[in-house]
């Protein structure tokens, strides 16, 4: 038997997800991420939402893009929500050393 366990469900605290800054729009209501996960994320266990969005030198989408304020919607009023753009070297960097902590990293 196949058992699938939502990010959301096991989600608690302040919470942190990577989206594509390659994207012309990272946020898809349509997606899973839209349309499961991020309306499922409980106010009661969740504190806050951090969108790491991965950009390289050449993509133009950032923490600004419509698609953002679409999440914004989509999230629970009291769930805090952030965004950080954050270099796509840096967590390639990160990736290649396990050494270094994930809090350096992001």
Do not use: H, W
């Amino acid at each position: 038997m196949f058992s699938n366990v939502l990010f959301a469900a096991t989600s608690c605290g302040n919470v942190s997800a990577m989206l594509n800054g390659s994207l012309e729009s990272p946020f898809s209501s349509t997606s899973v991420f839209g349309s499961i996960e991020v309306k499922s994320l409980d106010p009661n266990k969740v504190g806050g939402l951090t969108v790491l969005l991965v950009t390289k030198e050449t993509d133009t989408t950032t923490c600004t893009s419509s698609s953002f304020q679409s999440l914004r919607s989509a999230l629970d009023p009291k769930i805090a929500y952030n965004c950080r753009e954050v270099p796509y070297n840096q967590v390639e960097n990160c990736i290649s050393d396990p050494e270094i902590p994930c809090s350096d990293c992001l």
